[in-house]
């Protein structure tokens, strides 16, 4: 029977060094890969970076359409707010098609339009609450002052086009006015590319790439990194560590000649 005092006492880890001895394995694990982190993000933000910086440049101008009654007093619609809004809802849906982009191509005569293109690059966007339309197009260049005049040219088309034949087939007792509000402007800046913004969405997303990879390369990694991987490996206790040093080439010339001396 083993005394009270020479019986051994088991030791306990308490809940916070539990916690704590992952993290900081993940801590030191970070810490040797720290440069190839920094790599990972370099090349991946200044990557994106270059490509955007590369990218042809859009500019998008807009023009603001009104819908509105010719006569508010009459039977139709009676100056009904709520009924222009449904209207204005209707115009909306009218203006980005085919027979509106036909006609902004036939009245442009421009080579490299398309009707396709005209459709495609459009936006509508309907202010809720009013009767108001944001009609909005967008052209790509390499030359940023051909893109600049191209997109307001064809916007302020696509509002004289769409008035003309929206009007023309809503004709009535009450037929509903469709017009230019606000002519479009020439665009300053560039919707796109925006490299500082891509850029910082790059760095975002490459850092859990960048953790990714220092955890790989870790885990591919079988050399000993500590005394204490190598006690835990082999099951014996280390008296001691061999630090790394460098040898100049003169010195280990000087190492050889001595040691084909002593030969």
Known sequence: MLDEETTPTRETTSPVETILSPVGTILQLLLRRVWTIVLVLVVVTGSTFAFSVRQMPTYEATVQMLVSQKNPGGPNLGGDIGGLQDATLTVAEMVPSMPV????????????????????????????????????????????????????????????????????????????????????????????PNPVRNSIIAFLL???????IA???DYVDDSWKSPEEVEEFSGVPTFGVIPVFEVSAGKRLELLASEKEGE
């Open 206 to 212: 490459g850092c859990p790439l960048a953790v990714g």
């Open 101 to 192: 982009a036909q006609g902004v191509v036939e009245q442009l005569n421009l080579p490299d339009l398309s009707a396709e293109d005209v459709v495609r690059n459009m936006s509508v966007e309907p202010n809720p609450g009013t009767m108001v339309i944001d009609v909005s197009y967008r052209y790509t260049a390499a030359n940023a002052q051909m893109a600049q005049e191209r997109a307001q040219l064809i916007a302020n088309a696509i509002g004289e086009v769409s008035t003309k034949k929206i009007g023309d087939a809503m004709v009535g007792a009450n037929p509903i006015v469709f017009r230019v509000w606000n002519e479009a402007t020439l665009p300053e800046n560039p919707v796109s």
């Open 215 to 217: 955890f790989l390369l």
